[in-house]
């Protein structure tokens, strides 16, 4: 990991406008804002340490995810650990690749948990959101949660992806793409654990690149 940190310092200047706010489940802290003390390249979770902000309760199946991206592109990656103080983002949630385009909202009525993953009310865990720019570089933010039986997704009124913001999931087994228009008026829910990142509502499935399977492994590395 210390060898690309030279090169992430001399990316930072040039993708400044790259970075992203992660607005729900709440961010463990403003790194936008606070850039001076926090920094998004900082891996896992942008230096920021565990419980600095409140922690967000979230369904036993899946919650919602709302990120503001400021960029045209990104590669997306959406990470779990389990426990109070997590070091090791072990589950993923975007098992396949993820492209997202446009400046913009993009809200996520729900990402289901992986199939093999038990988790009872009460349990304490962190997501971690990755994004990916034409650079290579990556930028962290990471939030606090708590898994409730009583917690609920993000309303319609809540969860609303901005025109011209859309994501593509990359599937690595893919022969050909498949594509159909995302906005808005996608965003309805599904609680069922287990599906497969393709079945988010809003997210097309699109072949593989050799370039896009490199950067899987770049940041998912990382987070393991």
């Known amino acids: ?36 003390e926090y920094s998004q390249y900082t891996w896992p979770c942008a230096g920021v340490p565990a419980d600095a902000g409140n922690r967000t309760d979230w369904p036993l199946t899946g919650g919602s995810l709302k990120l503001q991206l400021h960029h045209k592109w990104t590669y ?63 930028l962290y933010n990471c939030a606090d949660i708590t898994f409730r039986s009583s917690a609920e997704l993000l309303n319609s009124s809540e969860c609303v992806t901005s025109p011209g913001v859309s994501v593509a999931v990359v599937n690595q087994q893919a022969n050909e793409s498949t594509s159909t228009n995302t906005s808005s008026d996608t965003n309805t829910t599904t609680g069922d654990a287990g599906k497969s990142a393709a079945s988010v509502p809003g997210v097309n499935t699109v072949a593989l690149t050799s370039a896009a399977g490199l950067v899987v492994a770049f940041v998912v590395g990382l987070s393991w």
């Open 76 to 138: 997306l990656f959406v990470n779990l650990g389990l426990g109070d103080n997590v070091t090791n983002f072990n589950y993923t949630l975007t098992p396949s690749l993820w492209n997202e385009t446009g400046n913009g909202t993009l809200c996520l009525p729900t990402l289901p948990l992986p199939v093999d993953l038990n988790v009872t009310d009460g349990t304490r865990a962190t997501i971690q959101v990755v994004t990916s720019g034409e650079s290579g570089s990556a």
């Open 1 to 36: 990991m210390h060898a690309i940190l030279p090169f992430t310092i001399l990316a930072a200047s040039h993708l400044a406008s790259a970075h992203f706010a992660l607005t729900y489940p709440e961010w463990r802290a403003d790194t936008l804002t606070l850039e001076d």
